[in-house]
């Protein structure tokens, strides 16, 4: 237990000592532009989003920092203007979804909605996978991971870690 503490200070001291600490702007201070356009700032610069628009902004900025499609993007942001998910536009990022995983061999199927929080219903997925080696099924995975960073991953974290259902 010492040796590990040891070493996860060793580690921390290494980063720390690596790392530049030196006053500038963040390479993430800047928003992409079409999420900077969804916030609601005052007159004055002030942010007046409630807390809700603001999770969905930051969903938004990453879905389009990690390269996701534009209608996945798109959904985030109206989400951040209006400081809730709308479960209709989450259905409809499906079919596109569904399409590049028949491209990479697997089958997403709809399951019936799910309840996240009370009155708050979304539908639910799953994805089939053929049977296959080893290989073939490392790959596969791979291929489903892209899929859904590109069609529905940040959809799909904000409707299970939205504020309303914290």
């Not at 959904?75 to 203007?81: D, P, Q």
């Not at 080893?134 to 939205?162: I, P, S």
């Amino acid at each position: 237990m010492a040796r590990m503490l040891a070493f996860a200070l060793a580690v921390t001291l290494t980063l720390a000592a690596c790392t530049d600490v030196s006053p500038g702007p963040s390479p993430l201070a800047t928003e992409p532009p079409s999420v900077a356009e969804s916030s609601s700032a005052a007159p004055d610069g002030a942010w007046e989003d409630t807390p809700e628009q603001q999770f969905f902004r930051e969903m938004a900025f990453n879905a389009e920092y990690e390269g996701s499609s534009q209608a996945q993007i798109d959904v985030l942001i109206e989400a951040g203007r209006r400081g809730a998910l709308d479960p209709q536009r989450v259905e409809d990022l499906l079919p596109p979804f569904f399409a590049c995983l028949a491209d990479a061999g697997a089958a997403g199927v709809t399951l019936p909605a799910i309840e996240v929080a009370p009155g708050l219903a979304y539908v639910d997925y799953r994805i089939d996978y053929p049977a296959g080696d080893g290989e073939l099924k490392a790959e596969l995975e791979r291929a489903v991971f892209d899929c859904e960073l590109e069609h529905f991953a940040f959809a799909w974290q904000a409707v299970n870690r939205q504020p309303a259902v914290q």
